[in-house]
């Protein structure tokens, strides 16, 4: 599943803004996962423009690119009334934090879910 980017919005007040060190109006995106919080908001994981950081983005600012949705995806539903769509590798314990604290492991199995779904859904030729 791939997504533009359509507008900036401050993610804290929800107002416009011209420009983010994260995201850039006009990019396509590959979505790792999907979070839907209840009556709250829907939130796209991708990574960031820094390449580096995949990190949950407000889905209002994106329109639908490619609706190809992973093989590898499963639901998981939390008490908390979270309901996410996330390759199984990713709805492991703990994974997100030992990606964040650098787990080389966690790295690794990351590039490989990466990997798979850019092979699935290959990027658009511009």
């Not at 994106?62 to 769509?85: G, N």
């Not at 996330?86 to 314990?93: E, I, N």
Request: charged letters at 25%.
């Amino acid at each position: 599943m791939r997504v533009r980017c359509t507008k900036l919005i401050n993610e804290r007040t929800g107002q416009l803004i011209n420009t983010s060190p994260w995201l850039t109006v006009g990019k396509v995106y590959l979505v790792l996962e999907i979070l839907v919080r209840e009556q709250k908001y829907v939130k796209f994981r991708l990574v960031s423009d820094d390449n580096n950081t995949p990190a949950f983005h407000d889905s209002s600012q994106f329109e639908l690119v490619s609706d190809v949705v992973p093989k590898c995806w499963i639901a998981t539903f939390e008490p908390s009334q979270d309901f996410y769509l996330l390759p199984s590798t990713f709805a492991q314990q703990g994974f997100w934090e030992r990606y964040f604290d650098g787990d080389d492991e966690v790295r690794h199995a990351f590039e490989e879910v990466l990997d798979a779904l850019e092979e699935e859904d290959p990027p658009l030729a511009n």
